[in-house]
């Protein structure tokens, strides 16, 4: 069953410029991962320094093996430096199948 994952960000002004080629070191490394289908990034309007990335996967399992992903690992561990916190994920899937 599909999922999406949610990623809520936080990215102050000052650390767009080097956060910007992270983020897309990340899309490109997870549009080769087995499982992925599709990604994008939404700027929130009355907030303009937050950010949610909505990420579809085939199953969580495929999620599942791209976050622990050594070469992923090492991204978001610069990505949270630079955040000065840890990511959160959050995972949804269709509907009120169990």
Known sequence: MAVKILIKR???ADKAKEMIPLFRQMRALATNQPGYISGETLKRLDSPDEFLIISTW???KDWNNFL???ERNEIVKKI???LGGETVYEIYH???SE
């Open 10 to 12: 936080k990215i102050m």
């Open 58 to 60: 085939h199953s969580s």
């Open 68 to 70: 622990q992903s050594p």
């Open 80 to 82: 949270d430096s630079l």
């Open 94 to 96: 269709y509907g009120f």
